[in-house]
RNA sequence: GGCGGCAUAGCCAAGUGGUAAGGCAUGGGUCUGCAAAACCCUGAUCACCGGUUCAAAUCCGGUUGCCGCCUCCA
């Protein structure tokens, strides 16, 4: 059965299908560049990261890319109040996104393209709206004529009147009709600006992933995606300026996902409630926040707040646990055969389970509930005296394959090796509870422990790891 | 005013017609020299009202509460 994915455009779940077999074309909306990225922004990469992953998995050639807006409004205020230039502060939090998810497992997409450096295509992409009769020019700017589009509000849902009625639509003296939007904004004094037909400027907010997607994927790519807010007006604007210009349809899945909430309320840069993953990673593992986003659904808000962090952060911990205690068994293992059938047998059944709850429209909240029950499963399995190193195998095999479709690590960043003193403690200890002398041995113990090194005694022997 | 989402155990969270996955926390137990890890046991009739159905958390209608988009925003 194919992957079921829910499509914005329809509000239902459809089999996704791509239009080339074996090919995907994903488009996703990247940040403004403008400040470090808070953890409602990171939902995006890491969500649809992981359906690149799942797709890519699944066998498909997955082409994504994912914009840069390095200049607009706000970049330009940025840039005025701390007295730089718009490169400059554009560079840095890019660099800094990058770092930021980076730490959060998210692989670079295929192409990373800016504003900046797509001038040339944005604007013949605006002349052509022009010379199809979409846009007009008005006083240096350039307006999308947005009545001229029939299949406005596609996306949201709303019909063109009822937009219109909303009160909070201002009409600009330049614009013909309150709901035409800017492709070209010309200059102010001393303004970040390109030579266009028009005067000198810079592009609108939405033209930019049209031009950018059509270069980089085409006419018609298979997913486009992006956070809940963008679905109107950005996605829907989008859709116009490319349907007008190809007469194609722009993006055939539109998928986006809900918001990161504090209090109940939607994070966001100018609400002033957010929490910025560069802080937050500072404290936490990153990839716990990784998995705190992904064991919610993403078309499902999240709240946030560091308790349910910790308590993600011990669920996580709960199976790669399970996962070093597997890996740890496996020198003790033989070449057994009893039962191995019933255990890889088990260990597939699961591996089904993982594959269903993907292929329900990248239900990584279920799939995540399959990684705790082959936990258990490993756990129990475990209990055994003897082992069989073939499953074993199957299971640190399956713990990979499945870790990495969500991008998520099953090694803690550490943490090589133990200094000498530590190792000569540890050897102390040995020796010590073989003669039986468990007060010295639980001294060693509590020792080691204010040394932040926690020691588990197994039938194959002692143990450590980090606290 | 238009469009949409949500309401499931102490907390987080799946499930969308056949009598409620999973995680965290709590309490009890097993294992262990003692711990740790692990294992076992322990909890909800799904906001409220009405309807459809042999059967509803799940469909329909209504009520209440919360949130979002319609304005820069992931």
Redesign the pocket.
């Known amino acids: 059965m194919a992957i079921q994915l829910y499509n914005t455009l329809t509000r239902k779940k459809e089999p996704f299908i791509p239009l080339e077999e074996g090919k995907v074309k994903m488009y996703v ?1 990247g ?2 560049v403008y400040n470090y990225i808070h953890i ?2 990171a ?2 990469p890491i969500v649809f990261d992981t359906v690149r992953n799942y797709l890519t998995y699944r066998g498909y050639d997955v082409h994504y890319v994912s914009n840069f807006t390095d200049v607009d409004d ?1 970049l330009i205020r940025t840039a005025k109040e701390l007295g730089e230039e718009v490169p400059q502060i554009a560079e840095r939090f890019i660099d800094a996104y990058f770092e930021d998810v980076t730490a959060l497992g998210c692989k670079r997409a295929d192409v990373h393209p800016r504003v900046t450096e797509s001038m040339d295509i944005i604007i013949e992409f605006i002349q052509t709206l022009i010379d199809k009769g979409y846009a007009y020019e008005s006083e240096g700017d350039v307006y999308f004529h947005t009545r001229k589009f029939d299949g406005y509000g596609k996306l ?3 019909s063109i009147d ?2 219109r ?2 009160a ?2 201002a009409i600009g003296e330049k614009k013909q009709d309150a709901l035409d939007f800017v492709l070209w904004k010309s200059a102010k004094e001393g303004e970040i600006k390109w030579d266009s037909p028009w005067g000198q400027g810079r592009p609108g ?1 939405h033209i930019e992933c049209s031009a950018m997607a059509k270069k980089y994927l085409g006419d018609t790519i298979d997913i486009h995606a ?9 996605h829907e604007n989008e859709i116009a300026q490319s349907e007008a210009l190809t007469g194609k349809t722009f993006a055939r899945y539109w998928m986006h ?1 809900g ?3 504090i209090d ?7 609400l002033g409630n957010f929490v910025l993953v560069h802080d937050i990673i500072k404290k936490h593992d990153p990839q716990v926040l990784r998995f705190f986003m992904l ?3 993403y078309r ?4 946030y707040n560091d308790e ?1 962090l910790e ?1 993600t952060r ?2 996580l911990e ?1 199976i790669r ?2 996962y070093e ?1 597997l890996k740890h068994r496996k020198q003790a293992s033989a070449e057994l055969t009893d039962h191995n059938e019933e255990w890889l047998q088990k260990i597939s059944q699961h591996h089904e389970e993982f594959i269903n709850a993907m292929d ?1 429209d990248f ?1 990584t ?2 799939a995540i ?1 399959v990684l ?2 082959l ?2 499963l490993a ?2 399995y ?2 055994e005296k003897n082992t069989s190193a073939a499953v074993i195998e199957a299971f640190l095999k399956e713990f990979e394959d499945l870790f990495s479709v969500l991008g998520l690590s099953l090694e803690k960043e550490q943490e090589e090796l133990l200094d000498e003193e530590i190792e000569q403690l540890l050897e102390q200890r040995i020796q010590a ?1 073989k003669d039986r002398n ?1 007060q010295l ?2 001294d060693i113990r509590d020792k080691l422990k204010e040394m932040n090194i ?5 039938a194959q022997g002692t143990r450590w790891k980090r606290g």
């Not at 992006?226 to 950005?234: E, I, K, M, R």
């Not at 109940?264 to 100018?270: P, Q």
């Not at 499902?300 to 709240?303: F, K, V």
């Open positions: 909306c940040p403004t409602g922004n939902r995006p706000k949201s849902h709303q009822e937009l009625v909303g909070r639509i907010w992006g956070g809940q807010d963008l679905s109107f007006p950005h996902n918001y990161i909430n109940n309320e939607k994070m966001s840069k100018s064991s919610v659904h499902n808000p999240i709240n349910l308590n011990v669920g709960r646990t399970s205690n329900d239900n909240a279920n509930s705790f029950e936990s258990k756990n129990y475990l209990m509870r468990f041995a639980d926690i020691l588990e005694d197994t």
